[in-house]
């Protein structure tokens, strides 16, 4: 059974929209750590 | 894979190396100036917050074997290798309920080795930390290696000279500044890692296409894209169960436990388990062009150095260079920090130092740290063995202690004796299994064997246990 061409695309097209993603909500948790003083 | 395959001047590496080298050190130093004391060294004063945890989880979980192995796996076992290796990350995403357990009735404990030995006593810790200590050298040294290896590969600067270096920066920073510039350097690392992999995913991805990718796999290697690929299918559970091992065992994951703010843990290995996921499909999917570039792979761990230099030529090669150096560095020095934690609480102060107060600790804590990196650095130097095939050896190892664990933190009932067995006789069984049968089903029969074991004598002589046991005594 051999995984479609869509499939495939979804597969890998959402896989790298959530890694691209990963970064800014990286930088977004840090901004709002850093305004509450909780960074450490 | 040797320096035959290099994509890089060795000049170039080594400026690259330099300079990074240059700021982990510094960074690192900066970061821990203030962790004079032990809990400040050991576990950055307990109040790491929700982003830098996060990033912590993430990065230390990236190893150089995400970034390479998993576009290696991809090429083996196609489809199912890149989504066994996401898998992993249902290790991240079941500890994180643990996380919060761990916080809670442990908020003064230091290590995994402590829980195991307020709840199970001496001989089942002391089985634990052969298990723990057998897996984070044989985690420690494939990473080493690994270091060497890839550097050697890309750039053609020798193995000894690159494992070095990244060995002894590593020591070096988190000597200067403990588990706080472990913490601090892997939130830039795990930035530097997710943007790398993703330029390359889009280069691909624009260069290549899914339809193209889909078309020449087919022609050539159609296996790689079939869903009932037997051994890639068994390799996936056994590569779940290898990850939730790792974690729930491995102090590298209880000592941020210990580390996290309260209220943090749950919610960054939750987040970090999430974004996790996706990172070895990636990483992975590049191998999947390789019929369509007309690469020719000398050796199937470099598929995706060559694919990045083959899509964006020198810059490819710089890009994977330093998204490889963090990735293992970020795995490197939290291994590093957790192993010396490890040796620091259960074998020197357990077991040789008993009366060491905490002033006596911190001092030998940058002692344990120095004297772990010169081990390490001395049993990569053979360059005895395969990264992949050290690393699944220990599957059998870390599967056998999910169950003790795991079930010890909710469960009243687990005895002592049940829990020894079940990791010694998952350990041993599953070893049996990795020669007989292979290494992918090492960590399955391992995990099988250490549940049945745990289930039965819980049901057989039930035990009750006290929570207030595992919060004994103030900090050492």
Redesign the interface.
Known sequence: ???S?SA??I??????L??????L???I??V??KK?G??? | MTGDTAILDANLGWMILALFSVVWVWLGWWLGRRAADLEGFMLAGRKVGLALGTATAMATWVTSNTTMAAPQLALQMGIWGMVGYSLGSIGLILFAPLARRIRALMPNGFTSGDYIRLRYGHTAWRVFLGISLFYAFGWLVSLGMAGGVVINALTGIDYHLGMSVILWVCVAYTLLGGLRAVIGTDFLQSLIILTGVVILAFLALDRVGVEEMHASVIEERPELLNLLFPAAIMFLFNNLLFGIGEIFHSNVWWSRAFAFREGVGFKAYLIAGLFWAPVPIVAGFLALTVPALHLNIPAADMVGPLVAGKLLGEGGAILVFIVIFSALASSLDSLLAATSDLILTDIYKGHVRPQADSAELARAARWVVLGLGLLTWLLCWPRLTTLAELLYFTGAFVASTIWPVAAGLYWRSINPQGATLAMLAGTGIGLASYFLIGFYVAALVSAAVSMLIVLASTWLAPRSFEWGQLNPQPAP
């Open positions: 059974m051999i995984i061409v495939l695309k597969l890998i097209v959402t896989a790298t959530v890694v691209a993603a990963a970064p909500i990286l930088l948790l840090w709002l750590d509450g909780k960074i450490w």
